[in-house]
């Protein structure tokens, strides 16, 4: 993945356990400002295992720390260098969701080695979506329900992500809106 992956967790993990904390996992994992260059593209494995070091400090599930990575990640996005672009991607969640394989691919114009999932909006029915998520990544369903959490945030929204099946390559989830 890249190294903005890496700078989006630290941001999250600053604002948690301070920085002093995140020196110490820092530490413990023996990375430093090479890994957090954006553009640069770093070994699957070295994410999970910060990833998974992050959620053993916080005292918390793999699972439960790549959801809340996920939902924190659409925070950084919009204060970073890609904020402008989530602003043309959508005005509402189902536009915004629909048009996400055209953010990445403008993502790829930028970073032409850049793996990226796809997301296709099955249905929209206003207060429920059917989203079909693949990738060439295995077990990043958590962090897809934390992203889909966070633009529920981004557009002021209340609601839940669930995980309701498989397709080839991938999952499928259902995101309903609470309220009117």
Known sequence: MYGMIHRGLRDMMIERVGPEGWAELEQHLQVGPAEFISLNLYDDELTIRMIASAAAKLEIGTATMMRDFGRSWVQFA????FGSMLSFTGRTLGEFIGNLDRLHQAV?????QARVPSFVLVEDHGQRMVV????DRAGLEPFVVGLFEGLLDRFGLRGSVLEIGEVPGGARFEITIEGP
């Open 78 to 81: 919009e204060r970073g260098s």
């Open 108 to 112: 790829i114009v930028a970073m032409p």
């Open 132 to 135: 079909d998520y693949r990738s």
